[in-house]
T-cell receptor, first 107, second 118 residues
Framework: DAKTTQPNSMESNEEEPVHLPCNHSTISGTDYIHWYRQLPSQGPEYVIHGLTSNVNNRMASLAIAEDRKSSTLILHRATLRDAAVYYCSRTGNQFYFGTGTSLTVIP | GAGVSQSPRYKVAKRGQDVALRCDPISGHVSLFWYQQALGQGPEFLTYFQNEAQLDKSGLPSDRFFAERPEGSVSTLKIQRTQQEDSAVYLC????????????????FGPGTRLTVL
């Protein structure tokens, strides 16, 4: 039973919006949904998190489905610096990361 | 300010050797995590501390793995009698607070220690 599932890879043109999906159909009612991104040879970097409501910060937006079984990380205008592996994770009583989506940004 | 630091950054061990990996969390962070990341995979949870108390060690793969945080700050992950399958990047993360066993805040990760077992 995969705790979170994500597409292996996605591509986006520079300056275009990117929607990165994550499925977490077995999430418990009190687990938060966190997103991190990771560059080669670095530790993951926090992007955003939420529980039930949609969330915005300076880096991205997080849209959480009403049933909480899925979420979408939205980068409003992809830049070359956004190229990374993006991880969706469940955080609360236990801590699960997905296998990540490798985002390629095309100039 | 200083982030999470880990040492050494790289460690090569012969099979059967013991290794110790160190993590210095952000000052004042109550929660500390260890993860194992295999090549091309996401981080896998190993263990979690709140201050000096190890609240969850369910992810430790065998009794060869041991972690401690005796004074509630620096933590050490020890692997005894290393095996080739232990080769991975070991990530440490800290978080400002936790509520009992639950942690909701963002985690700040160190750069990791890449362990290679020959």
């Amino acid at each position: 039973d995969a705790k979170t599932t994500q597409p292996n890879s996605m591509e986006s043109n520079e300056e275009e919006p990117v929607h990165l999906p994550c499925n977490h159909s077995t999430i418990s009612g009190t687990d938060y949904i966190h997103w991190y991104r990771q560059l080669p040879s670095q530790g993951p970097e926090y992007v955003i998190h939420g529980l039930t409501s949609n969330v915005n910060n300076r880096m991205a937006s997080l849209a959480i489905a009403e049933d909480r079984k899925s979420s979408t990380l939205i980068l409003h205008r992809a830049t070359l610096r956004d190229a990374a592996v993006y991880y969706c994770s469940r955080t609360g009583n236990q801590f699960y990361f997905g296998t990540g989506t490798s985002l390629t940004v095309i100039p | 300010g200083a982030g999470v630091s880990q040492s050494p950054r790289y460690k090569v061990a012969k099979r059967g050797q013991d290794v110790a990996l160190r993590c210095d969390p952000i000052s004042g962070h109550v929660s500390l995590f260890w993860y194992q990341q295999a090549l091309g995979q996401g981080p896998e949870f190993l263990t979690y501390f709140q201050n000096e108390a190890q609240l969850d060690k369910s992810g430790l793969p065998s009794d060869r793995f041991f972690a401690e945080r005796p004074e509630g700050s620096v933590s050490t992950l020890k692997i005894q009698r290393t095996q080739q399958e232990d080769s991975a990047v070991y990530l440490c993360a800290s978080s400002l607070a936790g509520r009992g066993r639950r942690v909701y805040n963002e985690q700040f990760f160190g750069p990791g220690t890449r362990l290679t077992v020959l």
